[in-house]
């Protein structure tokens, strides 16, 4: 059964500490996106990739976030300082681009639920 | 940025009944796909069912089904013999054929009443 798998599906920390939440797309998709949910903003885009490399991370804050893919298999999303205005549920979606457009839906992950405190 | 609105913020409706969900969306690109996205209490986004804009037949899936209405814009979801698992926020998205963004509306809110 292929799956989005997210890591760690809850996380409290404290304000100004480190956080890595990471995704593991699925296998022979080729494009990853990250999205930030809220109450106040809904379903908003942080960034997202394809064949590993970012195409748009203009929905992320540059001075405290940072996505990547080091492998085909592993996407992360790392906030550093986190604030509590951060505390959001973050999901990641995978899907498969052909030719000119995604061939596919977006397959989401479960998402992390993030807490800062 | 194409916009997908959503102007029911809570519905509900009775074991058995059939619930409309409205979808509106402003492009002016004229090949796109539209989903109807599900998420129950557990988070997980489910897709319910897609459209093709070049395709003029509403898709349908089991109990659900749209009615899609290009010149209007209008993508509404129509859900039949609703269950209690049907309970869940239903997002309406867009996407563009010639790109990879999804552009979601900010969710309906479905109870199902027994």
């Known amino acids: 059964d292929a799956r989005v798998t997210q890591t760690p599906r809850h996380k409290v920390t404290e304000m100004g500490q480190e956080v890595t939440m990471r995704c593991q797309p699925i296998l022979g998709h080729n494009t990853v996106f990250w999205y930030r949910q809220t109450m106040m903003q809904g379903l908003e885009l942080l960034a997202y990739?394809?064949?590993?490399?970012?195409?748009?991370d203009s929905g992320m804050p540059k001075d405290r976030f940072s996505a990547e893919m080091p492998d085909a298999t592993l996407a992360t999303l790392k906030i550093q300082p986190s604030e509590p205005r951060d505390s959001a549920v973050y999901f990641c979606?995978?899907?498969?681009?052909?030719?000119?457009?995604?061939?596919?839906?977006?397959?989401f992950g479960q998402g992390t639920r993030l807490t800062v405190v | 940025a194409q916009t997908v609105t959503q102007s029911q913020p809570e519905m509900s409706v009775q074991e058995a009944e059939t619930v409309t969900l409205s979808c509106t969306y402003d492009?002016?690109?004229?090949?796109?796909?539209l989903f109807w996205y599900k998420q129950p209490p557990s988070r997980q986004m489910i897709l319910v069912i897609r459209q093709e804009a070049y395709k003029q037949q509403n898709a349908t899936e089991n109990r659900f089904s749209v009615n899609f209405q290009k010149a209007a814009k209008s993508f509404s979801l129509k859900i039949s013999d609703s269950q209690l698992g049907d309970a869940a926020m239903y997002f309406c998205a867009y996407r563009s054929a010639h790109g990879n963004q999804f552009y979601f509306g900010t969710g309906t809110s479905l109870t199902v009443i027994p």
């Open positions: 990739f394809r064949n590993r490399a970012p195409l748009d």
């Open positions: 492009t002016s690109e004229s090949d796109y796909y």
């Open positions: 979606a995978s899907g498969l681009v052909t030719g000119e457009g995604m061939n596919t839906e977006a397959f």
